[in-house]
């Protein structure tokens, strides 16, 4: 079982990279402006936009995906997450660390 399936299996949740851009609990996209600057989306509804906690200028890092996404995951058991790009985002080694630190031995948070 490779780190992310554990994660997915862990908080409930499924993250993916090929599903509806419509039918999403949390998504994490990447999009070009109209002046040429990239921007990074992360939120649970892009037809409605925090811009000040959804909008990044720089990509999110690690632990601010997971925040968000542990966050979906307690609000929606089987919570769909959309990725335009999981290996860039969802690095094993972090995913792995962030495993290590938030689980006990047992399996329990």
Request: include cysteine; charged fraction near 30%.
């Amino acid at each position: 079982m490779t780190p992310l399936e554990r994660l997915e299996q862990h908080l409930n949740v499924t993250i993916t990279n090929f599903d509806n851009y419509c039918d999403n609990d949390l998504q994490l996209t990447e999009y070009m402006t109209a002046d040429g600057y990239n921007v990074y989306i992360l939120t649970e509804d892009p037809g409605c936009l925090n811009w000040e906690n959804d909008v990044y200028y720089y990509q999110p890092d690690f632990n601010t995906i997971m925040e968000r996404i542990v966050q979906v995951a307690e609000d929606i058991p089987g919570a769909k997450i959309l990725m335009d790009d999981v290996d860039e985002y969802m690095d094993e080694s972090e995913i792995e660390r962030w495993l290590s630190e938030n689980i006990d031995d047992d399996g329990t948070e």
